[in-house]
């Protein structure tokens, strides 16, 4: 019987279909490979703009839970820093917006990235534990993570124009970041109850599922 030290390692191995799923989707194997179809980034763009501006309340609210909830005041210095970075990521989004063309302020949002801002809506609840929340908000960055990086890795065909996006989330420096959240979140799975533990797994799971229906999304899928 594993130990709960590293749940999240513990899930990702149980999860792996669906993790790989997520992290190497055909939208992200076409940036690595060369062959993104540039309506289909230009997509991806005005929706993840979409996204990213529900996103910053989900991660106020974990922000919120973390000082009231977490036993360590680093978590909140961590959670602030990620904030902060996403006041950088608008800007970014609207000076790269501009740069393809793409006219934010018009864009309507598809059916699966309204599901899934009403699913961040429903983890802002009070009613989710921190434990929960933050073991969401680690899988939601990591799989950004671990799929941009990838377009990075020796060997990968990502076209220039593209180079910078996949830096923004697979830069070491936002790495780090990732593994820190992970290192919170397994500290609070640590001590939860199993009823916590289930209701986490569950959360992470659709937390994947989101992410994929994202990327079909994205490559005009649905
Ligand atoms: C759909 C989705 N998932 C994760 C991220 C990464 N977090 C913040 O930028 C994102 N931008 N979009």
């Not at 609210?61 to 680093?74: C, P, Q, R, T, V």
Request: charged share 25%.
């Amino acid at each position: 019987m594993e130990g709960k030290s590293d749940m999240i390692a513990t899930w990702l191995k149980k999860h792996s279909l669906i993790y790989t799923g997520a992290t190497r989707h055909p939208f992200i194997l076409d940036i690595r490979d060369g062959s993104i179809d540039l309506s289909s980034f230009k997509r991806w763009l005005a929706q993840d703009y979409i996204f990213v501006r529900a996103f910053v309340p989900f991660v106020a609210s974990i922000l919120l839970k973390a000082w009231k909830e977490s036993d360590d005041s680093s978590d909140m210095d961590l959670i602030l820093s990620g904030m902060a970075a996403l006041n950088d990521e608008i800007a970014w989004f609207k000076s790269e917006a501009s740069k393809w063309g793409v006219a934010l302020h018009s864009v309507v949002p598809h059916k699966a990235n309204l599901d899934y801002c009403r699913f961040l809506e429903s983890l802002m609840s009070p009613d989710i534990e921190y434990t929960v929340a933050i073991t969401a908000f680690w899988a939601i960055e990591a799989v950004y993570q671990e799929s941009f990086a990838h377009c990075l890795e020796d060997g990968s065909r990502t076209p220039e124009e593209l180079k910078e996006t996949c830096q923004r989330w697979g830069n070491t420096g936002f790495g780090q970041y990732c593994r820190s959240l992970r290192n919170i979140a397994n500290r609070h799975l640590e001590k939860a109850s199993d009823h916590m533990l289930s209701k986490a797994e569950v959360i992470l799971i659709r937390v994947l599922e989101h992410e994929v229906e994202f990327w079909n999304m994205s490559r005009g899928e649905i």
